[in-house]
């Protein structure tokens, strides 16, 4: 026999005796948020299932909460760029020069839910919105609902509004927050709490969810308004693209099936999730005992929309101060 085939017998010999390498690969994501909030308890546990259900256990999924992988929600976005993790979850408002077209969906149009308005922007997504996510791999694009204000008094009128101190729900919208009479004040929403406890802010636009559980405005709110101008936080679900062309054909499959239109859509459905669960809660909560919930009037709700859209034609002539002429266009696009 040959020294090339005693080697190729001794080399079978030694790789039958020794432990099979694994093919799993894991995906880390980087979460902003608590541990026990709906998308790493709901949205994440549903990718993370899929994945590992559909490549039998070679493709997994880590969530790393609470900013395990970097601290704060502003970076979330060059994160994923810049692979400091796999996947990132983030709200486009936070770097607002990356998305403009992507916030138009923030101030208040025609949808009352995140599902309505999750599936407005994917409607207007290729044709609008695509050039914003080139440097990733975008898994999910999707809305919450701010349907109702936190205060710390009664602002259910126009009159009661002016000169309070309210957190406008992106810096875009600071010209709404005004022709409401408001003052802007901007704070993310991980210090609104104490903002509505010590009177740093008088109110702020905000989703059922936050009232409750991990965010407890019901602690200090005195006040919830509701048939208040619904605004929409839009948040991203994105991977770092290098990571993505590095998988298998298998594992992009999987990725492709599960990205876009049905990320989204699980995404909107894990906020309006959370806003029916935390509204139950409210319903026969004791922390509700100090908190009126006021209903604007028909009355004073259109004073409010008239003040909105004076407000829009500011954020327009703004837009176009930055070169982006078809603002409008967009926003059309997205509330026709």
Do not use: C
Request: proline share 4%; aromatic share 8%; no cysteine.
């Amino acid at each position: 026999m040959k020294l090339s085939s005693l080697l190729g017998a001794a080399a079978i010999a030694i790789a039958s005796v020794l432990p099979l390498k694994s093919a799993a690969e894991e995906l880390s994501v980087a979460n902003f948020v608590p541990p026990q909030h709906h998308t790493n308890a709901v949205l994440f546990k549903w990718f993370a299932d899929k994945v590992a259900a559909r490549s039998g256990g070679s493709l997994t999924v880590k969530v790393y909460p609470a900013g395990q992988l970097g601290a704060g929600p502003v970076q979330q976005y060059k994160r994923a760029v810049e692979g400091v993790a796999d996947i990132t979850f983030g709200l486009q408002a936070y770097t607002p020069a990356i998305f403009p077209k992507s916030m138009l969906i923030i101030p208040p149009g025609k949808s009352a839910t995140a599902k309505e308005a999750t599936e407005r922007l994917l409607a207007v997504y290729d044709e609008h919105l695509a050039s914003e996510y080139e440097d990733v791999k975008l898994l999910g694009i999707f809305t919450t609902a701010g349907n109702i204000w936190a205060a710390t008094s009664d602002l259910s009128t126009m009159d009661s509004l002016q000169g309070k101190k309210m957190v406008p729900y992106a810096a875009m919208t600071t010209p709404i927050v005004e022709a409401l009479g408001g003052v802007p004040v901007q704070m993310p929403v991980t210090e609104m709490y104490t903002g509505l406890s010590t009177g740093t802010i008088d109110a702020t636009t905000a989703t059922y969810n936050n009232i409750t559980a991990p965010w407890n405005f019901w602690d200090v709110s005195t006040h919830l308004m509701t048939n208040v101008p619904v605004q929409h936080a839009v948040f991203f679900v994105a991977m770092n693209k290098e990571r993505y062309l590095g998988l298998s054909d298998q594992h992009r499959a999987i990725i492709d099936d599960l990205a876009g239109e049905t990320f989204s859509l699980q995404g909107a459905a894990s906020f309006d999730g959370a806003d029916a669960n935390s509204l139950e809660i409210m319903q026969s909560a004791d922390q509700m005992a100090n908190v009126t919930q006021v209903e604007v009037s028909a009355e004073e709700r259109a004073k409010m929309d008239a003040a909105l859209a004076e407000g829009l034609e500011v954020i327009f002539a703004e837009y176009e101060a930055r070169g982006i002429a078809d603002a409008r266009e967009v926003y059309e696009a997205i509330n026709q």
